[in-house]
């Protein structure tokens, strides 16, 4: 039966179609390249979410690196101006080394007269204990005898891996200075003991 | 991705490139294979992506094969009465077409499947082929006078 050649042809063409078996092949195709996708893409994003977790921690790392090796005297420097401006009351009271000696006789090492404070023309006028990042300390007051100002002496064992490298007076090194809040804090080792110096403007 | 109407509409097109059944199937299947490689996650129009994916792996496997079959461009003919509506006066039976489907050219399958099938406009028609509009109505016109002379032919064969 002849008709409009548009619809012949239509009839024609869309009188061709895939067999179930062809239809069902290409559908196996399209979800399993489709579930290949899928996975490759949640791969892709796990890795990415690994090297995001590997940048973080190596971020972390070197950040804490970081802080150990170049600002562990200021941490020092802004625990002890704390201290400083809190300035808790003394537990003893006395301008005698071996007598302020005796009472710390639970620290891990013996207390010691510094150069640098000797230079400064400070009277110990007693201390009580405290800490310095974690480590148990002896925190001494002096006053200055030519202004009567209130200068506070922390000593504390070195401990290399916690403290890191600081300027050892020993070795020619000079004290490094912070001033944080309005105080002045100097920070050094000597003796193999790490000395914490703070003082008002 | 491409239901089972989208996956047949995609066969049907393949059919009027090769002509053929079996050649179609696998032209489909080979293409999708692309297809999927080609990252298409972000394509908009995934049906018309395809189509082209099948049209020029066609070509490349045409030229692979040297299976071509263009026809040459008669610079002389005019263009009057050379749209598509032209090929509205010709009237067939369905024999006639399937006996003349195979004897066609792949473009003049081509433009005969996006006429009826798929409905475009010359112009439409023009943009997907890639070819200027002048070249395709020159085509539409050698098809037309073929078909006429087919049908012709083969009335007069069934008539006697």
């Known amino acids: ?201 | 991705m491409f239901d089972e109407k989208q996956l047949n509409s995609l066969y049907r097109y393949c059919f009027s490139l090769t002509g053929e059944e079996h050649e179609s199937y696998d032209l489909l299947q080979s293409s999708i294979e692309k297809f999927l490689k080609a990252n298409s996650s972000e394509v908009d129009n995934k049906i018309a992506y395809i189509k082209k994916i099948i049209r020029n792996h066609y070509i490349d496997e045409c030229r692979k094969h040297s299976k071509t079959d263009e026809e040459q461009f008669d610079e002389t003919v005019t263009y009057v009465d050379m749209n598509t509506n032209s090929l509205e006066k010709i009237v067939a039976s369905q024999y006639q077409v399937e006996a003349v489907w195979q004897q066609l050219t792949v473009l003049e399958r081509e433009i005969m499947y996006f006429w009826a099938v798929e409905g475009y406009t010359t112009d439409e028609l023009a943009e997907f082929l890639g070819m200027p509009r002048g070249t395709l109505l020159s085509k539409i016109h050698r098809l037309r006078k073929r078909l006429e002379a087919q049908f012709d032919e083969s009335s007069r064969e069934l008539a006697s």
């Not at chain 1, 619809?7 to 069902?24: G, I, M, P, R």
């Not at chain 1, 300027?167 to 050094?188: E, T």
Request: one cysteine or more; a neutral charge; proline letters at 2%.
């Open chain 1, 1 to 201: 039966m002849k008709q409009e050649l548009k619809n012949t042809v239509k009839d024609y063409v869309e009188s061709k179609q895939l067999s179930s078996e062809q239809l069902q092949d290409l559908t196996k195709m399209l979800n399993t390249k489709h579930e290949n996708k899928q996975r490759e893409s949640l791969f892709n994003m796990r890795a990415i979410a690994a090297v995001l977790v590997l940048s973080l921690a190596l971020g972390i790392f070197w950040g804490v690196s970081t802080i150990n090796h170049a600002d562990v005297s200021q941490l020092i420097a802004e625990e002890v101006s704390s201290n400083h401006l809190k300035m808790k009351p003394m537990e003893v009271s006395s301008t005698s080394l071996n007598e302020v000696r005796a009472y710390f006789g639970k620290l891990d090492f013996s207390l010691s007269s510094s150069q640098f404070v000797a230079n400064n023309n400070l009277q110990l006028i007693g201390g009580r204990y405290c800490s310095i990042q974690g480590e148990t300390a002896a925190q001494l007051r002096m006053q200055d005898e030519v202004t009567g100002n209130i200068h506070v002496v922390y000593q504390a064992p070195y401990n290399k891996d916690l403290f890191r490298e600081l300027p050892n007076l020993q070795q020619g090194q000079k004290p490094v200075r912070h001033f944080v809040n309005g105080i002045g804090v100097d920070v050094w080792v000597e003796k193999g003991i790490l000395f914490a110096h703070s003082f008002d403007q």
